[in-house]
């Protein structure tokens, strides 16, 4: 059964660091993609970074040349995410899927089939 765990998440304020961390279980993560995903009150649920199974790393406009996304040796992927801002609060979430993802659905929650439970960053001003 496929297990999603994520941890890392916290408070800090603008311009701050945190490293968000997602450990896999259940599957041989490498030949999945995995992907970040975020949620703000009252907003959809969005894409932020994809790290697909051939290498391809995709991220979103709002964190590009701020977050990066990285697999571990052992079955994590992470997500680096410096220059803080107070837009970036939100729960986050770790996605993984075994099937191909349109180029245009990587950032779309519906393309993704197995989650975890999410972890809170808050960015204060």
């Known amino acids: 059964q496929v297990q999603l765990v994520e941890s890392g998440g916290g408070s800090v304020q603008a311009g701050g660091s945190l490293r968000l961390s997602c450990v896999a279980s259940?599957?041989?993560?490498?030949?999945?993609?995995m992907a970040w995903f975020r949620q703000s009150p009252g907003k959809e649920r969005e894409g932020v970074a994809v790290?697909?199974?051939?290498?391809?790393v995709t991220y979103a406009d709002a964190v590009k040349g701020r977050f990066t996304i990285s697999r571990t040796a052992t079955n994590d992927v992470d997500l680096q995410m410096d220059s803080l801002k107070p837009e970036d609060t939100a729960m986050y979430y770790c996605?993984?899927?075994?099937?191909?993802?349109?180029?245009?659905?990587?950032?779309?929650?519906?393309?993704?089939?197995?989650w975890g439970q999410g972890t809170q960053v808050n960015v204060s001003a």
């Open positions: 996605a993984a899927s075994s099937i191909f993802i349109d180029p245009w659905a990587k950032l779309v929650q519906g393309a993704w089939q197995y």
């Open positions: 259940g599957y041989h993560y490498r030949t999945y993609n």
């Open positions: 790290d697909e199974a051939d290498g391809t």
